[in-house]
């Protein structure tokens, strides 16, 4: 039973436009996500976080959304250079939970020059 | 500042030998988190250090088992070596806040 979902196996875009990817949680008590990314031969390298109390957080390119009714979050890049190829991994968990960080199976984004 | 590291980066084992994984944390970071990462998945959670203690562990059988050090650091090690046990492992270490920064990595292949 998978309790982070990335539906989109893989996203390509053009430079300069937005990337936008998206994650599905079904835990109900998931308090806070964050946001990986991991280029071949790297370990995952944290992006952005966001806490279940706010609806937005933004960093400079990056601007995570969370919809806690919908159980929906989602990474925009705006605007997406080539260096942002990568496979992004959306991530989550329950203070007090069993587990400390849950992953969904990762979004693999290309943006082409 | 070294961020996190961990040795060996490859290995290759026979099903049934045993392995011992190593991780230093970031600097100032004083929790060690163990995760696999099997082809086409995500990462799972195996266990947390804290303290020298096990904190928390995932849904991994007893094969695994870790250690962390005085300094911090710390191992894993997987016994009676599985074919599926073939991935790559990953330590991440976490300071005061919730994230978590993750090493580069061991790929371990078991045949």
């Known amino acids: 039973d998978q309790q982070v979902k990335q539906n989109s196996p893989s996203l390509s875009v053009q430079e300069g436009r937005i990337s936008i990817l998206n994650c599905d949680y079904t835990n109900s008590m998931f308090d806070y996500f964050l946001w990986y990314k991991k280029y071949p031969a790297e370990g995952p390298t944290f992006l952005i976080s966001i806490s279940s109390i706010k609806d937005k957080n933004e960093d400079g390119r990056f601007t995570v959304f969370l919809n806690k009714s919908a159980k929906h979050l989602s990474l925009h890049i705006v605007p997406s250079q080539p260096g942002d190829s990568a496979v992004y991994f959306c991530a989550a968990f329950a203070q007090g939970g069993s587990e400390k960080l849950v992953f969904g199976k990762g979004t693999k984004l290309t943006v082409n020059p | 500042d070294a961020g996190v590291t961990q040795s060996p980066t490859h290995l290759i084992k026979t099903r049934g030998q045993q392995v011992t994984l190593r991780c230093s944390p970031k600097?100032?970071?004083?929790?060690v988190s163990w995760y696999q990462q099997a082809l086409g998945q995500g990462p799972q959670f195996i266990f947390q250090?804290?303290?020298?203690?096990?904190?928390q562990r995932g849904n991994f059988p007893d094969r695994f088992s870790g250690h962390q050090f005085p300094n911090y650091s710390s191992e894993l090690n997987v016994n009676a070596l599985l074919l599926g046990d073939s991935a790559l492992y990953l330590c991440a270490s976490e300071g005061s806040t919730y994230e978590q920064y993750f090493g580069p990595g061991t790929r371990l292949t078991v045949t």
């Open positions: 600097s100032g970071h004083d929790t």
């Open positions: 250090y804290y303290e020298e203690e096990e904190r």
